[in-house]
């Protein structure tokens, strides 16, 4: 099963095909489909575009293309097209699926990790930030997630646990203050000069 939709106008993404889901033909592709899919949100184009940081002609191409083949549904509102899952596609249920464990984390590690108060800013860094950002290597095993502020532990790890049973990965938080952020040990620069996916707020470096 291909997905023949083709994504040439990415703000920050590569266009190549996500080396955690080659099954997609771009990483916007399959993030936009994850934000819709995993969400269970219905959003405008303008919105969609926002969320995922692809250019509005862009998603307004592709969601058009996800219409045609019954993935997607849509409900006018004034002015606004607001696109959603279409709960009627025989498609959608195996598509999710993929999505959970490719591009699934990064979707629902950020909505589950805002219902938490206190954190300042949170991201994936390790193998899966690399092969998330298209670095080349050997599939990752689990999901490393840094969390900066100072948030309730147990709130982090419970929000963590929920993802991780959805995505069928570890994931495995590290919380550290804005102040050990900017010690520069080792860790923090190995983890500074890394592949990292943003979750929450700007990095802390």
Request: charged share 20%; with cysteine.
């Amino acid at each position: 099963m291909t997905i023949a939709l083709v994504d040439n106008n990415l703000h920050h993404m590569r266009t190549e095909a996500p080396l955690l889901a080659p099954i997609f033909r771009s990483g916007g592709q399959a993030r936009l489909l994850a934000e819709l899919l995993l969400t269970g949100d219905e959003l405008s184009l303008t919105d969609l575009a926002e969320r995922i940081d692809l250019a509005y002609a862009t998603v307004h191409r592709e969601a058009e293309r996800l219409l045609d083949a019954g993935i997607l549904r849509e409900r006018q509102v004034g002015r606004s097209r607001l696109m959603s899952a279409n709960p009627n596609s025989p498609i959608v249920d195996p598509l999710r699926q993929i999505l959970l464990v490719s591009t699934g984390p990064k979707v629902l590690l950020t909505e589950a990790l805002r219902q938490v108060e206190g954190i300042t800013s949170a991201f994936i860094y390790g193998s899966f930030a690399a092969r998330l950002t298209g670095a080349p290597g050997p599939p990752p095993q689990d999901v490393d997630v840094m969390v900066v502020g100072a948030p309730d532990v147990d709130a982090v790890h419970d929000a963590c646990d929920t993802v991780q049973d959805l995505i069928g990965r570890p994931v495995n938080p590290t919380i550290l203050s804005p102040a050990e952020t900017r010690k520069r040990t080792a860790f923090v620069t190995e983890v500074a000069a890394s592949p990292t996916v943003l979750l929450i707020g700007e990095l802390p470096w």
